[in-house]
């Protein structure tokens, strides 16, 4: 579906200094710096999979994804979705594909949001009988009824956000590329969304690139995870082996009464509140049954609980690990 080979590509930015001086002589003369936003990446994505596709600010992550939906054109390297080059073949390759982008609209924003709609049938070339079949189930699924009557610049963050998943979707695209999707929505909306992702991945064999630094919702969609950092591609496995990797990483949350638990040695306290305490806990160290032990002994408990590592933990030791 997707293979990505020694993918390249450097910007030019244009720098100065501060002040009204500087700016002029900016004018007349521009200095440049060059940045290498991707350098040699390289991938494979099948049909149907779900991946998330993480990384800090500034890693590579809003390139690649505009290098597969044809936006920009890498310096060198190979790039094949669906069997086109997706900066050679932009009208064939945009009928297959979905976007949204958090940041960036394809809704028009003085008019009610069923007119967009209508305007993207008509680009797509879309039949009636199918059209109004898509639209009723997306309407029905991310609640949009009340909401197709009005201009996109009246609409909250998270109803624009809703909207702009069902525009993507309008035509029934083979890959959906998703950038922050679940931005500015409230728990529920989140929750309905990402149930509405992986409908669409189980019915009609959707893939599904993710790219988000909320991290429930790779926990909720991806199966599969691609960190990239400094323009390269660092790790490329699924979500349980990620959670395998990091498997001795364990969190103790404990409520108390009178003075606080005492942590022994491979125990770190990481919070503190009236009563409520968590230990991270590094099982190299010290089991669970015995860190359990030592906190009983020192403090009166309550309540207690143990959880794996998280997957905002998992990354953060990741980014550790590479220097990212």
Same mark, same amino acid.
């Given at each position: 579906?997707?293979?990505?080979?020694?993918?390249?590509?450097?910007?030019?930015?244009?720098?100065?200094?501060?002040?009204?001086?500087?700016? $002029?002589?900016?004018?007349?003369?521009?200095?440049?710096?060059?940045?290498?936003?991707?350098?040699?990446?390289?991938?494979?994505?099948?049909?149907?999979?779900?991946?998330?596709?993480?990384?800090?600010?500034?890693?590579?992550?809003?390139?690649?994804?505009?290098?597969?939906?044809?936006?920009?054109?890498?310096?060198?390297?190979?790039?094949?979705?669906?069997?086109? !080059?997706?900066?050679? @073949?932009?009208?064939?390759?945009?009928?297959?594909?979905?976007?949204?982008?958090?940041?960036?609209?394809?809704?028009?924003?003085?008019?009610?949001?069923?007119?967009?709609?209508?305007?993207?049938? @008509?680009?797509?070339?879309?039949?009636?009988?199918?059209?109004?079949?898509?639209?009723?189930?997306?309407?029905?699924?991310?609640?949009?009824?009340?909401?197709?009557?009005?201009?996109?610049?009246?609409?909250?963050?998270?109803?624009?956000?809703?909207?702009?998943?069902?525009?993507?979707?309008?035509?029934?695209?083979?890959?959906?590329? #998703?950038?922050?999707? !679940?931005?500015?929505?409230?728990?529920?909306?989140?929750?309905?969304?990402?149930?509405?992702? *992986? *409908?669409?991945?189980?019915?009609?064999? !959707?893939?599904?690139?993710?790219?988000?630094? @909320?991290?429930?919702?790779?926990?909720?969609?991806?199966?599969?995870?691609?960190?990239?950092?400094?323009?390269?591609?660092?790790?490329?496995?699924?979500?349980?082996?990620?959670?395998?990797?990091?498997?001795?990483?364990?969190?103790?949350?404990?409520?108390?009464?009178?003075?606080?638990?005492?942590?022994?040695?491979?125990?770190? $306290?990481?919070?503190?509140?009236?009563?409520?305490?968590?230990?991270?806990?590094?099982?190299?160290?010290?089991?669970?049954?015995?860190?359990?032990?030592?906190?009983?002994?020192?403090?009166?408990?309550?309540?207690?609980?143990?959880?794996?590592?998280?997957?905002?933990?998992?990354?953060?030791? #990741?980014? *550790?690990?590479?220097?990212?």
């Amino acid at each position: 579906m997707i293979r990505v080979s020694g993918l390249n590509k450097t910007f030019r930015v244009s720098r100065r200094k501060a002040g009204f001086g500087n700016a $002029l002589r900016a004018f007349i003369r521009r200095e440049y710096n060059s940045v290498q936003a991707l350098r040699d990446v390289s991938f494979n994505i099948h049909a149907g999979e779900m991946v998330g596709y993480i990384g800090p600010n500034g890693a590579g992550k809003s390139t690649t994804i505009k290098i597969l939906c044809g936006i920009l054109t890498p310096d060198s390297g190979e790039c094949e979705v669906n069997g086109l !080059t997706p900066w050679r @073949d932009r009208r064939r390759h945009v009928r297959d594909i979905g976007v949204v982008f958090g940041q960036r609209s394809q809704l028009w924003w003085d008019v009610p949001v069923i007119d967009s709609f209508e305007l993207l049938k @008509d680009i797509y070339r879309l039949d009636t009988a199918s059209y109004k079949r898509t639209l009723d189930e997306l309407t029905g699924l991310l609640g949009l009824s009340e909401l197709l009557e009005t201009p996109t610049r009246s609409l909250s963050l998270g109803q624009r956000m809703r909207c702009e998943i069902a525009a993507s979707l309008i035509h029934r695209p083979k890959i959906l590329f #998703l950038d922050e999707p !679940t931005i500015g929505l409230d728990a529920v909306s989140k929750i309905a969304v990402r149930e509405f992702i *992986k *409908k669409q991945n189980r019915e009609f064999g !959707t893939t599904v690139i993710l790219t988000t630094h @909320d991290m429930q919702d790779i926990e909720a969609l991806a199966q599969r995870i691609l960190l990239i950092g400094r323009g390269r591609i660092l790790l490329d496995g699924s979500l349980r082996e990620l959670k395998k990797r990091f498997s001795g990483l364990k969190t103790i949350t404990v409520e108390y009464e009178g003075s606080r638990p005492v942590p022994c040695q491979g125990m770190k $306290l990481i919070k503190d509140s009236e009563g409520q305490a968590s230990f991270s806990i590094d099982t190299d160290f010290v089991s669970i049954s015995q860190a359990i032990s030592h906190i009983s002994g020192t403090a009166e408990i309550r309540d207690l609980s143990v959880e794996g590592a998280k997957a905002e933990d998992m990354v953060v030791e #990741l980014y *550790k690990e590479y220097r990212i």
